[in-house]
């Protein structure tokens, strides 16, 4: 992020706080709040990719977010969904692909202060040791978690999740055998290989363009309790529990305060459907009023 972007990103969020903090309010008295899910990717000593968070701000966003939220699991996050009530703000913890320095110093530090996380890990990555292709792509290839890694976090009591076999975009994916083969195969890979089941699946990219309705039923036909998207919605009390929505964690902490303390700009968007074009948000749904 430049300086410039910096400052004006700084200004908007000291400048639209008050508001926010009213929302806030608002929807907690109305027992609509939101509840945010943030997806990490990698933390680690270097900057290696765009998207790597350094050890060190890590954990000042993991203070932050214990200051001001319940850090909760996403069997937590479902539960409230369906209850169709949460007065109380609520974040939840989840790191996609599966990269062997999240064990360094990140893992180590939700398992030591106890908060709920879900790794979403791609299937052949961990099972062959292979770094990821968007990394190949960079030329920074970087090592993904050995199984010991992963069946250590499991028994330290991280949930395990899928995140497809080859990290593929299966909005693109209508050959059934190859789409079951990313959302069931991999499970069962990974299942076998870990000794958890896999009760979540995370899209890889996770934008509406990277899903489908057909990837969703099968999901849901194999037995996961929910799918995670990446495109940066909400998840509001009354919303189907199968869906739960991310948000990216970004490296720059300030752009993370905004995103979780409900940033206007992204209540406009729509829930995905299955369809090209998503529902869009009722105002009604969003102004924290029941209905
Ligand atoms: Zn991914």
Known sequence: MSPWKRLLLNAYYHGTLPARWARRRAYALAGRMPVVVLFYHRVAGDRANEWTISDRTFARQIRWLKRHFNLISLSEVQRIM?????HRPCASITFD??????????????VKERIPCTYFVTARNVLEGLPFPHDVALGRPLPPNSL??????????????AHTFTHADLGKLTDLEKLRYEVVTAADALADAIGRPMRYFAFPFGMQRNMSLLAFQMARKAGYEAVCSAYGGYNFPGDDAFHIQ??????????????TTIDPRKLGIGRYDGLANHKPATAAARSGKTQ
């Open 82 to 86: 369906r209850s169709g009530h949460n």
């Open 97 to 110: 692909d599966g990269y062997a320095d999240n064990c360094h110093e990140a893992i180590p530090l939700l």
């Open 148 to 161: 010991e890694q992963l069946r250590a976090m499991a028994d330290a009591g991280i949930e395990m999740g």
């Open 246 to 259: 991310r948000v990216a964690a970004d490296p720059w902490t300030i752009r993370l305060k905004n995103w």
